[in-house]
């Protein structure tokens, strides 16, 4: 994906947008960014941006082990974790 530059509140040179664009990813190095806002003020620039979201795995910690996924355990893991009970976040009444 190529990432989106705009400039608003006036024009700059494309040196200088390039400019930016470089300061902002060596911020982050090695992320993608999906778009580069620069908006300008006067003397001022402001400058936002959006990173592309990172995969990752969920980590979980099941029956004391820490695993990703469950194909590595064996039928009896396996049922150990159908059997256990699963805690949930309930209706809760505010008071006032």
């Known amino acids: 994906m190529n990432t989106t530059v705009t400039v608003t509140g006036g024009s700059i040179p494309q040196q200088e947008i390039d400019a930016y664009v470089s300061y902002v990813k060596?911020?982050?190095?090695g992320r993608k960014f999906s778009s580069i806002d620069i908006k300008l003020d006067g003397e001022y620039v402001d400058l936002?941006?959006?990173?592309?979201?990172?995969?990752f795995e969920r980590i979980r910690r099941i029956?004391?082990?820490?695993?990703?996924t469950?194909?590595?355990?064996?039928?009896?893991?396996?049922?150990?974790?159908?059997?256990?009970?699963?805690?949930?976040?309930?209706?809760f009444e505010t008071l006032d």
């Open 70 to 91: 469950l194909d590595r355990f064996n039928d009896a893991k396996r049922a150990e974790v159908e059997d256990r009970v699963k805690h949930g976040i309930g209706n």
């Open 48 to 55: 936002s941006w959006q990173l592309e979201p990172e995969p």
């Open 26 to 29: 060596d911020k982050y190095p």
């Open 63 to 68: 029956t004391g082990y820490l695993v990703g």
